[in-house]
């Protein structure tokens, strides 16, 4: 209630209908939450919560998208990378595979999930986000999704290259050490990379159930609960629906992904996928920064996006405007001066 009543009075009541129908679609949304978190324990909102968000924006994108790529191939093909390369399988019974092991891990991280935070919850006495009536403000939601993607992507770029691709061809007398990451690599390269092709979207769910947890569940879920207790529940909620849309369009392997941004991440998830030999992480900086970006880097993709919306020219035109401003400004106090001058001499 706090974030309503942080609202200026006067803004409040005489602002425009929009604001109005702002203000009142926050109202109902604060009582909603609020009856929500005093009729059910934060346990049971947090797994029903995030199980909807990742059947909402991953699995159901991803079905549509084999729909897709399997009933009107001849267009999808001209959408994708490497063309017809990347289209999924078309028979029934390897659908049928994709589909189970995409439910089965799907099922695994929310049991997971559950384990966890109820291991958390009695060990701590608290449970592992803060779950109150009390909604969080801008910029502390900001703050802590911004957070969070940090530790993601550091967490993913790592996991990715030195455990899921290590080398396999290690000297015999020290795989005894390695033997662990060598059997997690072997399963992601079986299952993630069974053909060197851009991915579809369902094989963001569809690895081996281990290779899956490490990749797309601990650099999730780890850094959340890094912050016990201050990550508020709804900031979890929208981290997790953010990653979720933004991995499943990173899968989908399609040229026509809105925004260079976003583009860029799809372009080198598919390039990773054809050649899996660098563009480990999320966004691609980790890449950029350890040289292991492949087919274009994130900075070439700033650039692109700074061209794009011309911010050089948009620049230049502002600091022109602002130097006449300031030129304009000096005349007029020179004409004010040789003014009082006259006068004076008058």
Not at 91 to 107: E, H, V, Y
């Amino acid at each position: 209630m706090d974030i309503l009543l942080s609202l200026p009075i006067a803004s409040y009541f005489f602002s425009s209908v929009t604001s109005w129908s702002t203000s009142v679609n926050l109202l109902f949304f604060y009582m909603t939450w609020s009856t929500l978190i005093l009729s059910h324990s934060p346990l049971k909102i947090e797994l029903i919560g995030t199980t909807a968000l990742r059947i909402l924006f991953g699995l159901t994108p991803s079905l549509v998208f084999l729909l897709f790529d399997t009933l009107l191939p001849s267009l999808s093909e001209g959408i994708k990378y490497n063309g017809a390369s990347a289209l999924p399988p078309r028979d029934a019974k390897s659908i049928a595979k994709l589909i189970s092991l995409a439910l089965f891990n799907l099922a695994l991280e929310t049991a997971l999930e559950a384990g966890l935070s109820l291991g958390l919850t009695v060990l701590l006495k608290t449970p592992p986000f803060h779950t109150a009536t009390t909604l969080p403000l801008p910029w502390q939601m900001a703050k802590h999704i911004a957070l969070l993607f940090a530790a993601r992507e550091l967490l993913t770029y790592y996991i990715h290259r030195n455990v899921l691709h290590a080398h396999s061809s290690a000297p015999i007398s020290k795989r005894k050490t390695k033997a662990p990451t060598q059997r997690i690599a072997t399963l992601h390269h079986k299952y993630a990379h069974a053909h060197s092709a851009p991915p579809f979207s369902l094989l963001l769910l569809a690895d081996h159930p281990f290779p899956f947890l490490l990749h797309r569940f601990i650099p999730l879920y780890l850094p959340a609960i890094a912050l016990h207790n201050r990550l508020h529940l709804l900031t979890f909620f929208i981290f997790v629906a953010l990653c979720t849309m933004e991995e499943t369009l990173a899968m989908s392997g399609y040229t026509v992904v809105p925004g260079i941004l976003m583009g860029g991440i799809t372009r080198r998830s598919a390039v990773h996928y054809a050649k899996p030999a660098g563009n480990y992480g999320c966004w691609g900086i980790l890449d950029w920064v350890h040289g292991t970006s492949l087919g274009g880097d994130v900075m070439a993709d700033v650039r692109d996006e700074a061209k794009k919306h011309r911010v050089k020219e948009r620049s230049a035109k502002k600091a022109d405007n602002a130097g006449g401003m300031v030129q304009n400004g000096i005349e007029g106090l020179r004409r004010s001066a040789r003014s009082r001058g006259r006068r004076s001499q008058s």
